[in-house]
């Protein structure tokens, strides 16, 4: 079941990209115009495959807010996968770290 919003929310999605020159970077500015702040990128070789990778993002928001929402419509309709992993409410900063 959805995490609700609280607010102060999060949002980890995977994706697949076509290997080709500036598909990273493209799918990175659509965060970048709809102003969301990634907090994790990380690429992952893709299963039997030497060049191809798919890419975890975490950012700030909720998969229901507008932003959130129209960046993961605009991403689907230029990635060859995306999957939502989730939205959740972010947690406090750890005190001394």
Request: proline fraction near 4%.
């Amino acid at each position: 079941q959805p995490a609700t919003r609280t607010g102060r929310d999060k949002t980890s999605l995977m994706f697949e990209l076509a290997h080709a020159p500036g598909a990273l970077a493209d799918s990175m500015n659509i965060f970048k115009q709809n102003q969301l702040n990634l907090t994790w990128i990380e690429s992952f070789p893709k299963k039997g495959s030497q060049n191809e990778y798919l890419f975890f993002v975490e950012l700030e928001g909720h998969a229901d807010d507008e932003a959130v929402r129209k960046a993961i419509d605009e991403l689907t309709a230029t990635a060859e996968r995306v999957e939502i992993l989730g939205s959740y409410p972010r947690v406090g900063a750890i005190r001394g770290v």
